[in-house]
């Protein structure tokens, strides 16, 4: 894999972590405009992969929900692809060109739906317009959270929280047994996953006024706060302190 641009002294900075909060806030901003649209969850696989089994027999909509987990899966790949393709080539990888697609995809979400593309907003449930507007949206995550973890060294996942609430409750654990670094390591690893919790929920909740406001428009609201994410963090020359030259973390290093 190509080399990360952040590593721990940028991701735990004050520079920074604005943007990973600002990502989670903008990933449960889709999860919730994605279940007001149709009563499905889309940021994370978990949930679409329970729906496919529960529809065991139903084969049509098994296909369906199987063509969207498919779309998260394409999504990640088309980032990876994106990066290091450029690097295989001994290019700079481009880490800001996946996140600006991702926010052209809620943008073109955003308008499809506006101009009538996905039907009324909310007005059905497991349609074919309503698999369209997920495939899209998971295919917008699967890239998010994708470009994300591979530009921190597998490091910083945005879209769900499982991971990010599990590692909370062990860096809380660790820091009763630890002190001096060790302690204060944990303690902003923890204050990191709380964070990100926060801001996913945050997300959530300010999507429910901006969708009665606006129905499809309201998509442009976790666009434009991914492009806010990107121009802090992800432009190197710009938005980096200085390019680290360790190579990326291995799974075993992993932060959240």
Not at 13 to 38: E, I, T
Not at 128 to 139: A, C, G, I, R, V
Not at 184 to 201: D, E, H, P, T, V
Request: overall charge positive; glycine content about 12%; some cysteine.
């Amino acid at each position: 894999m190509s080399v990360a641009l952040h590593t721990p002294p940028t991701i735990f900075s004050m520079r920074h972590v604005p943007s990973w909060l600002l990502l989670a806030l903008a990933g449960g901003a889709v999860n919730a405009g994605a279940f007001m649209a149709c009563q499905r969850f889309v940021t994370h696989v978990t949930g679409l992969t329970t729906q496919l089994g529960m529809d065991i027999g139903l084969w049509s909509l098994m296909a369906e929900y199987g063509v969207v987990v498919l779309c998260f899966i394409a999504g990640a790949g088309a980032s990876v692809l994106a990066l290091e393709g450029r690097h295989q080539r001994g290019k700079e990888p481009l880490h800001a060109v996946p996140l600006v697609l991702v926010s052209f995809v809620l943008a073109g979400v955003a308008v499809a739906g506006h101009v009538g593309t996905f039907g009324p907003f909310g007005a059905s449930v497991e349609q074919p317009t309503d698999f369209l507007l997920l495939s899209l949206l998971s295919f917008a995550m699967g890239l998010q959270n994708a470009t994300v973890a591979t530009s921190t060294g597998m490091a910083i996942r945005t879209t769900h929280m499982t991971g990010p609430a599990t590692d909370l409750g062990v860096h809380l654990a660790t820091s009763f047994f630890t002190e001096g670094e060790a302690r204060r390591n944990a303690l902003r690893g923890a204050a990191l996953r709380g964070g990100k919790i926060i801001a996913f929920a945050t997300g959530g909740a300010l999507m429910v006024p901006v969708v009665h406001a606006g129905g499809y428009l309201a998509f442009l609201f976790p666009g434009m706060t991914i492009v806010a994410a990107t121009a802090l963090s992800f432009i190197p020359g710009f938005s980096v302190e200085a390019r680290p030259s360790p190579p990326a973390l291995s799974r075993n290093h992993r932060i959240a």
